[in-house]
């Protein structure tokens, strides 16, 4: 119980470090970044807090990301990827590239948001953001296979993305992300199986993309 509890003690004092970083980075230099570089600096330089050093890395590009720079957060992501991976634990390694797929993603480089996706995934199965970001990737290859008319190969990427969608939501159940693309995903589906004229198909993923956006509506009554 003790070992239990002075564990638990760690990992808030961590949280709250992490969070005091994250508030005082952007205010304590003339510009942002090298206020976030300074934070990281101090806290490399503390043994105790090496894995608060690569949470705050992140952050950094996050916070490019929220301020309309991704080129910014890309390079950030990117020079962290470059580092020796054993002084980043998995979740942090997860947190990396989910923001890499995302990035990827928006400029229209799918084969490197899978990639990334993938990655993301393997270092932290729990990670919602990752498994949507993958069932993006997924859903748009069964876009393109639906353009070229390759039905079957198109089904079964819907039926990936599906699954990856699912799954996030298992983690997270009101992840809006998540229960938002499964809508639809399951609304495309159901239009490709009335093309084919699937019947059957077609009623069944009718009804889960009405389940998946009368459940969104449930979280958010005002969208």
């Known amino acids: 119980e003790l070992k239990t509890a002075l564990k638990e003690q ?12 994250k508030l005082i980075a952007p205010k304590i230099e003339k510009t942002f970044t090298d206020g976030f570089d ?4 101090q806290l490399r330089a503390s043994t105790d807090y090496m894995d608060i050093a690569s949470d705050m890395e992140i952050s950094k590009a996050v916070y490019f990301l929220k301020h309309k720079n991704p080129k910014e957060a890309k390079e950030t992501l990117l020079a962290f990827e470059k580092k020796d991976q054993k002084l980043h634990d998995p979740t942090t390694l997860s947190r990396a590239n989910t923001n890499l797929c995302f990035i990827y993603y928006l400029e229209g480089d799918l084969r490197n948001a899978d ?64 229960i938002f693309n499964l809508g639809l995903c399951c609304r495309n589906m159901a239009k490709l199986e ?14 889960s993309a009405l389940q998946a956006f009368e459940k969104l509506h449930s979280i958010l009554p005002d969208s």
């Open 10 to 21: 760690k990992r808030n004092i961590k949280h709250l470090i992490v969070q005091a970083a």
């Open 38 to 41: 300074y934070v990281i600096e």
């Open 115 to 178: 990639q990334y996706g993938t990655m993301a995934i393997k270092a932290d199965r729990y990670n919602a953001k990752a498994l949507v970001n993958k069932g993006n990737c997924e859903y748009q290859k069964g876009r393109i296979f639906e353009d070229k008319e390759k039905f079957d190969e198109c089904r079964d990427q819907y039926n990936n993305a599906k699954e990856l969608y699912m799954e996030a939501i298992g983690v997270e159940a009101d992840c809006v992300e998540a």
């Open 194 to 207: 009335e093309k084919l004229e699937n019947r059957g198909d077609y009623e069944a993923h009718t009804h």
